[in-house]
Structures are given as structure tokens and as C-alpha cells.
């Protein structure tokens, strides 16, 4: 069997893992229940039912904190309706549970009448309008219980109580795992993807602005908390003196989101980051007239992804110029974000913003024209970063940007950056979105700007003539070739043909293929691979900043290729196994389709998670670019199908290590192994000029039609 290099220690179950495990366990009780339907509305029910858990455990920390000081504490939720009195109370349950929770009017278990549980919730009021009570009764006015069955209940809420929010490392990892479970509600949910902005875009967009402790962020558009949370994490890492902190949480963070589900979803997700009184406004942002926002309530960064496509009441649109009204929502969130931006001031930043926008608003002309207008002449919009077609896939396939400026003086010249799409990918989908790491080239020109293929200025005097039109092409886009004319191409392609054939003939004539010919089975030796092969097992405990060039594997015997890179607090594991030149390795899930293959030079010190066994290969048996091409064959794939069982394709096995080290193969001798990789080189060369002149000839259509018309419409 094989040689191991060093055996990797069984691992005690993590705090994540428990979560987790509390987590599906929660979801997989509520799919008994007749009153669920999908994760669109499990997903909900989970959040409300922690937000109440959470809250209880803070009150009794804040509680305990204010006895130790000998000051008195008022909670927000009275009994009997804190969590440690109905929810720990585990003989309350079934249809007494349910009445409790949804009933107007109930009566417990001391005979006395009371209000129920949400009713309670959403009566809550202080005497100021703007505290903890408030928020709560805010949450729950949105809110419902769609479990029917209070026995099935009962088992959630006793799984929730098992989570402790008292404890930081737990809140921490649930805070990421509360993530995860709110990508998981916007893929379920068909029109949840109206207020989802993919992570990289968010982090990318916060380490721009730089926003710096003091200093106000708003996103008007708030939806789950994104861009908020992010803000938060990105300043909680300056605050080091109890002053900062206090500001921190105090004015740093403001929000507002009008619809219900998403104003919960963005209420938790705060206060598990670390946000103890989150600011929402759960109105429409749009709702107060442009000319009544003054001084005080600008701010000093505005992060958003405002709803666009979407059409407001005709009471909204009276609350902008008669000359800017707009069916389009994203227009108008423009204006309020440039209304809301703090003027600048002498020794003093002005307000800056990041806004995402669909190509339309770049483009449009009109109201829309008359906007940009507006915003090129008071604010320097000094960047736009074009993102490709499917980064917001499947919420939406429009195209998008992201436009930065700032209040302090009128645009006079815009960078364009064009985040280009990975050389390995055609587009973007939900298992293979966009990562972190493709924003680093862009974060690196950011302060040493310069045009490049990917990268152009305009002056803003060329956007004015063009009447405020933003939709600059990438000018190095070679769109059409028609330099050459289609004889002289068709002549060079048949001429480069021509010598690829006469190079073949003499390829196979000699005395080097003759001899291929003449190899005879008995010339193989049989070999275990369990004696040739030993387990690399290199793994690397994952840095949250570090980039990390993780390896997939093709199928048909085509071997390693770059499938993603992420960085490290991306990654959803704890570590990930480091692989070098001329390893061997394969996919447990696809070795039956002929996904094995060897670590190319170009590879070296790439990474790959423990799906994807990793082998040094003795080559004083069998050469590692010959074991590669040996498993290239149909045959061999075909052999390894049957120690992959299952019912159907879906739920196939995985090709254990164990089978592949007990495989026994046959093999010419090294010199002959030689021979073979070097024809098989030759071949391929020859295989690969074919394929770019049959490409070439297909192109040729499309090159009559270039030269006719000379790069014109």
C-alpha cells in the first residue's frame, strides 16, 4: 500500500462544525412541517428565532455588567416573555406553544390572560422612539411564525437555546455562517437577489473608500447588510481605545430598508457582527424631499447597490426636481446619494460614495442625461470599474459598474478599469462566482494609475460632447481584423497547412515511429501503483488575507487546471494540501469520467482541497507523464466505474484511495516509456497546428465582412 509522508492528526469537532451541525439539524426539523415551503421560508423563521436568543443573552450580560457596578438595569423585553422564560420552559409545547407565540390573547400556565408572545413584540415602545424597544417592535411588525405544528417547533427553539451568544469565538463563527445561510435564502427565493451584492464587490468597493473611525457610512439600500457589515468589520479593526469604540458604535453605521424580511435578515446580521444597536430606518429612504435634507444629515461615505428596474409611487417622485423625475430607481437613489454627501470644507474631505449601477445609467439620455449632468459638474467622479456579464448571476444578467466620486470639485478627467473575466472561465455561476483575488491587479493600479489594455481615461469635455453618454468602450478592443486581405490570409493559412503536412509525413516516416510499431505486449510488466505511488499530504493552515491558486481536475484524462483563487477567509475549510511539479493526482468524485492527471511546471506550489488525492510517483517504475497518459484511456476509466457504486450517477461513490493504490497496471520499460511520451509529443504538436488552421478557415466568413466594411457600422 502506500508510502504516507506523515499521517494527518484526527481533528476534535470545531465550534463551526457544531453550529453547523445545530443549524441543519434546525432546517431538517423544519422540513416535517406542512407549513414550510422551502428554504425561503425556513431561512426566516431560523433568523427571528435566534434574533430572540441573541437578544435575551445580551440582556443578560448587560444585566449582569450593571449589578456587578451596582446600577440598575430595565430590560427590553419583560417577562414572561424572555427567551429564559417560554423558551427554556420545555413543557410549554404543541398547540400551547403555538398560542403563545401567535394568539393575541393567551393564557399560561399560572392561569393568568396575557398578551401573546409577537403581539407583546410588537407593541414595544420607548419614550424616545429610537431605542432598543423600538427596533424589536420594528422586527416583529414584519414578521410570522408559518410552523404549524408546535411539537416541531419546540425542537428548533431547544436547538437554538444550545447556541451561547455570550461567547465571542461562537458569535464569530456564526456571524459567518449566518452568511452563508443568507446566500443560501436569495439562491431559494427567485426575487431575493434585489438586495444581494456579491461579497468581493462589497469588499472591494469598502477598501476603496477607506472609511476611517469618525467618519459616517450609510447604505440607503440596505437590504441584508452587506455593505454595512462589511464597513463595520473594516472599522472595528481601528477602534483600539474605548473612545473609538464607543463612536464605533454609536454613529458609524446607518441603514434603511423598507421591506420587512430584508430589515430582520440586516438586524441580525449586524448585531452578530458586533453592531449593538443597529440604526435601519425601516421606511423608504426615498420618502423625504431632496430639498429638506440638510447639513446634519449627510454623511461622510455613501455604499450601496440600489434597487434599479423598479418603479416608486407618484408621492415619491414628488420629492425630486420636476426636470429629474424618473420612473427608474436607481436614478433616483443617485440624487438622494449625491444630496446626502457631506460638502466639502476647507482642511476637510468632502463626502465620497461607491454605487453600483446597470449599464443603462451610463448610457441613458434624457432625465438620466440631466442627472449625470448634475453629478459630473459637483462631484468628481474620477473612477468607473466595469464588471463582465454574470458577476450578479442568477439574480441578474445585466451588466453593471461601479462608479466612485466625491464631493469637492467638478470631474475633469474618468479612469475606466475593466475587471477582465479569468482566463479559465467563459462567465460566472453559482459554484464558480467571483472572487476576492480578482480585484487585487485592480487595487494595486488603483494609486498608481496608467492606461494599459484594461485601463483608459476620457476627459470630461469628450463625455459633454457625447451628452453625458459614460459608456466608453475599452479603446485597445481589437474588434475587428481587417489588415490583411482574405486572399493573402487564405494563401499564408494554405501555405503554414502545407508545411504542417509535409513535417507529418516525415514524422511518421522515421525510424522513431518504425519502432512504436514494433513493441509486443510481452515486453509489459506488470506493477501495484500502491508500490509506485506515496501520498503527499503537505496541507497548509489557510491565512485569511493570502491568495491561494486552488486546482481542479478535467475529465478525459486532461489533468490539472487552475480552477479558482480565493483567498483565504473565502475558503470554507481550515487548510488546504500544497502540490509540486510531476505529482499525481485525481478527483474521488470524477475518476470514473478520466479526471486524473499530473502537476504541470506551471502548477508548482498551487493547492488543492482533500477531494483531490495527491501521489510523488517512483519513477524508476513507471515515469509520471506515462502514468498520466495511461489513464487518458477510455479503458481504464471504465475499469475504475466499477469500484464507483451507486444508484444512479448522482449519487455515485467516490473512487477510493484504497482501490486506486490496489490497481495493477502494465508497463513498457523506462526507455520505451520515453519513446512513447516523445511521439505522443510530436503527435499532439502536429495535432494542435490542424486544429488552429481548421479555426482560422472558420473565422474566414467574418473577415470578408471586416474588410468590407472597414471597422464601420
Same mark, same amino acid.
Given at each position: 500500500?502506500?508510502?504516507?509522508?506523515?499521517?494527518?492528526?484526527?481533528?476534535?469537532?470545531?465550534?463551526?462544525?457544531?453550529?453547523?451541525?445545530?443549524?441543519?439539524?434546525?432546517?431538517?426539523?423544519?422540513?416535517?412541517?406542512?407549513?414550510?415551503?422551502?428554504?425561503?421560508?425556513?431561512?426566516?423563521?431560523?433568523?427571528?428565532?435566534?434574533?430572540?436568543? &441573541?437578544?435575551?443573552?445580551?440582556?443578560?450580560?448587560?444585566?449582569?455588567?450593571?449589578?456587578?457596578?451596582?446600577?440598575?438595569?430595565?430590560?427590553?423585553?419583560?417577562?414572561?416573555?424572555?427567551?429564559?422564560?417560554?423558551?427554556?420552559?420545555?413543557?410549554?409545547? *404543541?398547540?400551547?406553544?403555538?398560542?403563545?407565540?401567535?394568539?393575541?390573547?393567551?393564557?399560561?400556565?399560572?392561569?393568568?390572560? =396575557?398578551? @401573546?408572545? &409577537?403581539?407583546?413584540? =410588537?407593541?414595544?415602545?420607548?419614550?424616545?422612539?429610537?431605542?432598543?424597544?423600538?427596533?424589536?417592535?420594528?422586527?416583529?411588525?414584519?414578521?410570522?411564525?408559518?410552523?404549524?405544528?408546535?411539537?416541531?417547533?419546540?425542537?428548533?427553539?431547544?436547538?437554538?437555546?444550545?447556541?451561547? &451568544?455570550?461567547?465571542?469565538?461562537?458569535?464569530?463563527?456564526?456571524?459567518?455562517?449566518?452568511?452563508?445561510?443568507?446566500?443560501?435564502?436569495?439562491?431559494?427565493?427567485?426575487?431575493?437577489?434585489?438586495?444581494?451584492?456579491?461579497?468581493?464587490?462589497?469588499?472591494?468597493?469598502?477598501?476603496?473608500?477607506?472609511?476611517?473611525?469618525?467618519?459616517?457610512?450609510?447604505?440607503?439600500?440596505?437590504?441584508?447588510?452587506?455593505?454595512?457589515?462589511?464597513?463595520?468589520?473594516?472599522?472595528?479593526?481601528?477602534?483600539?481605545?474605548?473612545?473609538? =469604540?464607543?463612536?464605533?458604535?454609536?454613529?458609524?453605521?446607518?441603514?434603511?430598508?423598507?421591506?420587512?424580511?430584508?430589515?430582520?435578515?440586516?438586524?441580525?446580521?449586524?448585531?452578530?457582527? @458586533?453592531?449593538?444597536?443597529?440604526?435601519?430606518?425601516?421606511? +423608504?429612504?426615498?420618502?423625504?424631499?431632496?430639498?429638506?435634507? @440638510?447639513?446634519?444629515?449627510?454623511?461622510?461615505?455613501?455604499?450601496?447597490?440600489?434597487?434599479?428596474?423598479?418603479?416608486?409611487?407618484?408621492?415619491?417622485?414628488?420629492?425630486?426636481?420636476?426636470?429629474?423625475?424618473?420612473?427608474?430607481?436607481?436614478?433616483?437613489?443617485?440624487?438622494?446619494?449625491?444630496?446626502?454627501?457631506?460638502?466639502?470644507?476647507? +482642511?476637510?474631505?468632502?463626502?465620497?460614495?461607491?454605487?453600483?449601477?446597470?449599464?443603462?445609467?451610463?448610457?441613458?439620455?434624457?432625465?438620466?442625461?440631466?442627472?449625470?449632468?448634475?453629478?459630473?459638474?459637483?462631484?468628481?467622479?474620477?473612477?468607473?470599474?466595469?464588471?463582465?456579464?454574470?458577476?450578479?448571476?442568477?439574480?441578474?444578467?445585466?451588466?453593471?459598474?461601479?462608479?466612485?466620486?466625491?464631493?469637492?470639485?467638478?470631474?475633469?478627467?474618468?479612469?475606466?478599469?475593466?475587471?477582465?473575466?479569468?482566463?479559465?472561465?467563459?462567465?460566472?455561476?453559482?459554484?464558480?462566482?467571483?472572487?476576492?483575488?480578482?480585484?487585487?491587479?485592480?487595487?494595486?493600479?488603483?494609486?498608481?494609475?496608467?492606461?494599459?489594455?484594461?485601463?483608459?481615461?476620457?476627459?470630461?469635455?469628450?463625455?459633454?460632447?457625447?451628452?453625458? /453618454?459614460?459608456?466608453?468602450?475599452?479603446?485597445?478592443?481589437?474588434?475587428?481584423?481587417?489588415?490583411?486581405?482574405?486572399?493573402?490570409?487564405?494563401?499564408?493559412?494554405?501555405?503554414?497547412?502545407?508545411?504542417?503536412?509535409?513535417?507529418?509525413?516525415?514524422?511518421?516516416?522515421?525510424?522513431?515511429?518504425?519502432?512504436?510499431?514494433?513493441?509486443?505486449?510481452?515486453?509489459?510488466?506488470?506493477?501495484?501503483?500502491?508500490?509506485?505511488?506515496?501520498?503527499?499530504?503537505? %496541507?497548509?493552515?489557510?491565512?485569511?488575507?493570502?491568495?491561494?491558486?486552488?486546482?481542479?481536475?478535467?475529465?478525459?484524462?486532461? @489533468?490539472?487546471?487552475?480552477?479558482?483563487?480565493?483567498?483565504?477567509?473565502?475558503?470554507?475549510?481550515?487548510?488546504?494540501?500544497?502540490?509540486?511539479?510531476?505529482?499525481?493526482?485525481?478527483?474521488?468524485?470524477?475518476?470514473?469520467?478520466?479526471?486524473?492527471?499530473?502537476?504541470?511546471?506551471?502548477?508548482?506550489?498551487? %493547492?488543492?482541497? +482533500?477531494?483531490?488525492?495527491? %501521489?510523488?510517483?517512483?519513477?524508476?517504475?513507471?515515469?509520471?507523464?506515462?502514468?498520466?497518459?495511461? &489513464?487518458?484511456?477510455?479503458?481504464?476509466?471504465?475499469?475504475?466505474?466499477?469500484?464507483?457504486?451507486?444508484?444512479?450517477?448522482?449519487?455515485?461513490?467516490?473512487?477510493?484511495?484504497?482501490?486506486?493504490?490496489?490497481?495493477?497496471?502494465?508497463?513498457?520499460?523506462?526507455?520505451?516509456?520515453?519513446?512513447?511520451?516523445?511521439?505522443?509529443?510530436?503527435?499532439?504538436?502536429?495535432?494542435?497546428?490542424?486544429?488552429?488552421?481548421?479555426?482560422?478557415?472558420? *473565422?474566414?466568413?467574418?473577415?470578408?465582412?471586416? /474588410?468590407?466594411?472597414?471597422?464601420?457600422?
Amino acid at each position: 500500500m502506500a508510502k504516507k509522508k506523515k499521517e494527518k492528526a484526527v481533528k476534535q469537532e470545531t465550534t463551526a462544525q457544531r453550529l453547523s451541525g445545530i443549524i441543519k439539524s434546525c432546517r431538517k426539523i423544519m422540513r416535517k412541517d406542512k407549513g414550510m415551503n422551502g428554504d425561503a421560508d425556513r431561512l426566516p423563521m431560523l433568523t427571528w428565532i435566534m434574533f430572540l436568543k &441573541f437578544l435575551d443573552d445580551n440582556e443578560n450580560l448587560q444585566q449582569t455588567n450593571a449589578e456587578l457596578e451596582g446600577k440598575k438595569y430595565k430590560p427590553a423585553i419583560a417577562s414572561p416573555y424572555r427567551w429564559r422564560d417560554w423558551a427554556k420552559d420545555k413543557n410549554l409545547t *404543541g398547540d400551547d406553544l403555538l398560542a403563545f407565540i401567535n394568539n393575541e390573547k393567551v393564557k399560561l400556565s399560572d392561569g393568568k390572560e =396575557r398578551t @401573546g408572545l &409577537f403581539y407583546y413584540l =410588537r407593541g414595544l415602545q420607548s419614550e424616545t422612539g429610537t431605542e432598543r424597544k423600538d427596533v424589536i417592535a420594528t422586527v416583529f411588525k414584519g414578521v410570522a411564525n408559518r410552523m404549524i405544528n408546535g411539537y416541531l417547533l419546540r425542537d428548533v427553539v431547544n436547538k437554538i437555546d444550545e447556541i451561547h &451568544f455570550t461567547n465571542n469565538e461562537e458569535i464569530n463563527t456564526l456571524s459567518h455562517l449566518y452568511e452563508s445561510i443568507l446566500k443560501e435564502m436569495r439562491d431559494a427565493s427567485g426575487d431575493a437577489g434585489e438586495f444581494y451584492t456579491p461579497r468581493p464587490v462589497v469588499r472591494f468597493m469598502v477598501e476603496m473608500l477607506d472609511p476611517k473611525i469618525g467618519e459616517t457610512v450609510l447604505d440607503p439600500a440596505s437590504g441584508t447588510g452587506g455593505f454595512l457589515v462589511e464597513a463595520f468589520d473594516y472599522l472595528k479593526k481601528q477602534a483600539k481605545t474605548v473612545e473609538q =469604540r464607543k463612536i464605533l458604535q454609536s454613529k458609524s453605521i446607518i441603514g434603511g430598508e423598507p421591506k420587512s424580511l430584508p430589515y430582520l435578515l440586516c438586524q441580525m446580521n449586524l448585531l452578530l457582527h @458586533g453592531l449593538e444597536y443597529p440604526n435601519i430606518d425601516s421606511g +423608504n429612504s426615498l420618502r423625504f424631499p431632496l430639498r429638506d435634507i @440638510g447639513d446634519r444629515e449627510r454623511v461622510d461615505i455613501v455604499l450601496t447597490n440600489p434597487p434599479f428596474g423598479g418603479e416608486e409611487e407618484r408621492g415619491i417622485l414628488n420629492n425630486f426636481p420636476d426636470d429629474k423625475k424618473t420612473a427608474e430607481t436607481a436614478l433616483l437613489f443617485l440624487q438622494l446619494i449625491m444630496r446626502k454627501l457631506k460638502r466639502k470644507k476647507p +482642511n476637510e474631505q468632502g463626502g465620497r460614495a461607491a454605487v453600483v449601477v446597470p449599464d443603462g445609467i451610463l448610457s441613458g439620455d434624457g432625465v438620466c442625461a440631466r442627472i449625470k449632468k448634475e453629478l459630473l459638474e459637483n462631484f468628481n467622479l474620477h473612477t468607473i470599474v466595469k464588471l463582465q456579464e454574470g458577476v450578479f448571476h442568477p439574480y441578474t444578467g445585466i451588466p453593471c459598474n461601479l462608479l466612485f466620486f466625491e464631493h469637492g470639485k467638478p470631474t475633469n478627467k474618468i479612469w475606466y478599469y475593466e475587471l477582465p473575466m479569468p482566463a479559465d472561465r467563459k462567465s460566472y455561476s453559482k459554484t464558480r462566482p467571483l472572487s476576492t483575488s480578482e480585484f487585487i491587479p485592480v487595487t494595486q493600479w488603483w494609486n498608481k494609475r496608467k492606461v494599459s489594455d484594461i485601463s483608459w481615461f476620457v476627459e470630461v469635455d469628450e463625455v459633454v460632447n457625447r451628452n453625458y /453618454n459614460l459608456d466608453i468602450k475599452n479603446p485597445s478592443k481589437k474588434l475587428e481584423d481587417f489588415s490583411v486581405t482574405v486572399a493573402d490570409k487564405i494563401k499564408n493559412e494554405l501555405k503554414n497547412f502545407n508545411s504542417t503536412f509535409d513535417a507529418t509525413n516525415k514524422l511518421l516516416s522515421n525510424g522513431h515511429w518504425k519502432s512504436l510499431n514494433q513493441i509486443n505486449p510481452s515486453e509489459l510488466r506488470e506493477i501495484t501503483l500502491g508500490n509506485v505511488l506515496t501520498e503527499k499530504l503537505n %496541507y497548509e493552515t489557510l491565512v485569511p488575507t493570502k491568495a491561494y491558486n486552488i486546482l481542479g481536475c478535467s475529465l478525459a484524462g486532461r @489533468g490539472p487546471f487552475l480552477r479558482e483563487t480565493k483567498l483565504g477567509q473565502e475558503i470554507s475549510g481550515k487548510e488546504l494540501n500544497k502540490v509540486s511539479k510531476g505529482n499525481f493526482l485525481y478527483s474521488r468524485l470524477f475518476a470514473w469520467k478520466g479526471a486524473f492527471g499530473i502537476i504541470a511546471e506551471e502548477f508548482d506550489g498551487y %493547492y488543492c482541497s +482533500n477531494e483531490f488525492p495527491v %501521489y510523488e510517483v517512483d519513477e524508476t517504475q513507471v515515469l509520471a507523464d506515462y502514468l498520466s497518459l495511461y &489513464f487518458t484511456r477510455p479503458f481504464v476509466w471504465n475499469e475504475v466505474e466499477k469500484f464507483c457504486k451507486g444508484t444512479t450517477k448522482a449519487s455515485r461513490n467516490r473512487f477510493k484511495e484504497e482501490f486506486l493504490l490496489a490497481m495493477k497496471i502494465r508497463v513498457p520499460k523506462i526507455e520505451r516509456q520515453i519513446e512513447i511520451l516523445k511521439a505522443v509529443s510530436e503527435l499532439n504538436k502536429v495535432v494542435s497546428q490542424i486544429t488552429e488552421f481548421t479555426s482560422s478557415l472558420n *473565422g474566414m466568413p467574418l473577415n470578408v465582412l471586416a /474588410n468590407l466594411y472597414q471597422g464601420e457600422l
